[in-house]
């Protein structure tokens, strides 16, 4: 299986990272977009550079692009593709639909990673089911198939949360260090806190998650008291207005 990558940035490298990782026997191929970026990733995991994006088409199996949404009808109209060669875009927001149209091939599918591909541990979001996609990223984390273009949006906003947990868990790591605690010791905290919740809520399922936090934040408890503190912010609310305002961009071009 040849790989093409069209636009080595954050993500795709990442994932590039991951499939060399997993030693999957996959054969990667690297367009010269952001010659420095693929050159040093080149060199870096062996993959293959290319002379330009049409030799990376001619040559892969299968595509994935990962520019910006603004680049996508750019890079569409400097390449040609099969009628039937596999396309996987990890562009946000443009659907499988327009991807269709623009690049000419009808077998299109898109895939949604965090950074974790790097590391094989990335929930692997796609669309649709038994797609290329599906089988070829399967090595970088947890599939996840979504029956619909919405639901994939849905997993994309999800995506999305995956980042804003990081700028959450760097105020709780800060909050310890600024208490007496050594950086290590903060992390190891906010971090473990998580862990726990997560390992403690698959092992209760099909308990609810709320119904498991009401039993430990009972009247009268430190927990309880810091949870008020929280609502009265709007903390946890604030995650299903971020949450709203991202899914009405993304399904801005959604058929229907």
Not at 136 to 159: Q, R
Request: glycine content about 8%; aromatic content about 8%; proline content about 4%.
């Amino acid at each position: 299986m040849k790989l093409g990558v069209l636009g080595v940035g954050d993500l795709t490298e990442k994932m590039v990272r991951g499939l060399y990782r997993s030693k999957s026997g996959i054969e990667l191929l690297l367009a010269p977009r952001n010659r420095e970026r693929a050159e040093a990733l080149a060199k870096d995991v062996g993959c293959t550079l290319l002379a330009s994006n049409q030799d990376v088409v001619d040559t892969a199996d299968v595509v994935l692009i990962g520019v910006r949404p603004s680049q996508v009808a750019e890079l569409a109209a400097q390449v040609s593709f099969k009628p039937y060669q596999a396309l996987v875009s990890v562009v946000t927001g443009v659907p499988v639909s327009e991807l269709k149209k623009l690049f000419g091939t009808e077998n299109c599918s898109r895939a949604m990673l965090s950074a974790a591909s790097e590391i094989n541990r990335s929930t692997v979001a796609v669309y649709p089911p038994d797609s290329p996609a599906e089988t070829l990223l399967s090595s970088l984390g947890n599939v996840v198939s979504l029956n619909t273009e919405v639901h994939f949006e849905l997993a994309t906003v999800g995506a999305c949360m995956n980042g804003w947990f990081y700028f959450l868990f760097h105020e709780l790591e800060q909050w310890f260090v600024k208490k007496g605690l050594t950086a290590q010791q903060a992390r190891e905290l906010a971090f473990s806190s998580v862990e726990d919740c997560v390992a403690y809520s698959r092992h209760k399922q099909p308990t609810e998650l709320r119904e498991i936090g009401a039993a430990i934040a009972l009247p009268g408890t430190y927990t309880a008291q810091g949870l008020e503190v929280l609502n009265g912010l709007g903390a946890n609310a604030a995650w299903k207005t971020a949450s709203e305002a991202v899914f009405e961009l993304l399904t801005e071009k959604e058929p229907g």
